[in-house]
């Protein structure tokens, strides 16, 4: 996992904060379908980040502490989700057990994002005062065709 990783100046940034309930994931799940939908990106890419999402901030409610925020940067070149929280504890990959009901998220990130996906300290954007762990992916905006997706007039 990339422990840090420099994020470039997006043209689109927004925030949103979650709450420490059952609903959020389902919450969160339907923001980023919507705003990534907007972009006209693939079907299979909006679906990629859907699921990412979902991981990362389930493994924020369970191992992470609360303000939790949600955080998409889209420019011309990738889109990346962050999600943070309070806790000083790195995200760790567990060790692959097929029959284990959790700990599968991080492998799944990994290998949706083709490994661009990590960790670092992160200023949060609802809660300017306050620094936390953003945990993280990155996937390119290019649709089927491998062409760049323009970004929506206006933006």
Partial sequence: MTLLRSARRSRMQYAWPLHDDARTVGHARAIIRDELSALSLCSDLVDDAVLMVSELITNALMYGDGPYELALHVDA????????????????PSPPDVGAEHGRGLRIIARLSDGFYGC???RYVTHPDLVGKATWFALPRSGATGNVVPLR???
Avoid: F, K, N, Y
Avoid at 77 to 92: A, G, K, T
């Fill in 77 to 92: 070149r990738e889109i990346m989700c962050l999600v943070v929280d309070s806790s000083p504890l790195l995200p760790q």
């Fill in 153 to 155: 007039a206006g933006t």
């Fill in 120 to 122: 670092h300290p992160q």
